[in-house]
T-cell receptor, first 112, second 113 residues
Framework: KQEVTQIPAALSVPEGENLVLNCSFT??????LQWFRQDPGKGLTSLLLIQSSQREQTSGRLNASLDKSSGRSTLYIAASQPGDSATYLC???????????FGKGTKLSVIP | KAGVTQTPRYLIKTRGQQVTLSCSPI?????VSWYQQTPGQGLQFLFE???????NKGNFPGRFSGRQFSNSRSEMNVSTLELGDSALYLC????????????FGAGTRLSVL
């Protein structure tokens, strides 16, 4: 059974700082890994999806990496802004399945 | 293109009642999945439908059921509500491409009193 862990549960940084969010998973036989953002009381916004054959994906100030052998993924946010404050969730899916297994998220606060 | 639409956005029910939630996927998407989000358990998978067939089911009691219509719209039903069913229920749709990317709706907030 896949288990996904995100550490830390909460993170507070000053505006402008670069930061890394961590995600680990127990079953390396994943098909892809997806990073989401969730604002309070809202749904999930997809940020990046990394296929199992890829090592990283980039979108603007965001860069996500995937290391299947070690069961880890990281989300790098460059030059953080107050608008980046949200909960960030990672989720893994297995081959042939739309079922996502989520971590519990990292709540990010960017202080102006 | 319109996103995933969930209705209603908020619901208040009492224990023992039943409730039906609706999800309209992005046009052209054939897969719809449902998730429950609570502060304690986080996001948990309920079930997934593809072309009106349930393909996958999470570890929830039989009080939780769903269906998908020919236009890909999906409904989720919870019977005999319990206090612990209070949660944000999220629906996700997928185009059915090989990458299995999921797009989520804003959710339905269910409160059981």
């Amino acid at each position: 059974k896949q288990e996904v862990t995100q550490i830390p549960a909460a993170l507070s940084v000053p505006e402008g700082e670069n930061l890394v969010l961590n995600c680990s998973f127990t079953d390396s036989a994943i098909y892809n890994l997806q990073w989401f953002r969730q604002d309070p009381g809202k749904g999930l916004t997809s940020l990046l999806l990394i296929q199992s054959s890829q090592r990283e994906q980039t979108s603007g100030r965001l860069n996500a990496s995937l290391d299947k052998s070690s069961g880890r993924s990281t989300l790098y946010i460059a030059a953080s802004q107050p608008g980046d404050s949200a909960t960030y969730l990672c989720a893994a899916s297995g081959a042939g399945s739309y079922q996502l297994t989520f971590g519990k998220g990292t709540k990010l606060s960017v202080i102006p | 293109k319109a996103g995933v639409t969930q209705t209603p956005r908020y619901l208040i029910k009492t224990r023992g009642q039943q409730v039906t939630l609706s999800c309209s996927p992005i046009s052209g998407h054939r897969s719809v999945s449902w998730y429950q989000q609570t502060p304690g358990q986080g996001l948990q998978f309920l079930f997934e439908y593809f072309s009106e067939t349930q393909r996958n089911k999470g570890n929830f009691p039989g009080r939780f059921s769903g269906r998908q219509f020919s236009n890909s719209r999906s409904e989720m039903n919870v019977s005999t509500l319990e206090l612990g069913d209070s949660a944000l229920y999220l629906c996700a749709s997928s185009p059915g491409t090989e990458f299995y990317i999921q797009y989520f709706g804003a959710g339905t907030r269910l409160s059981v009193l």
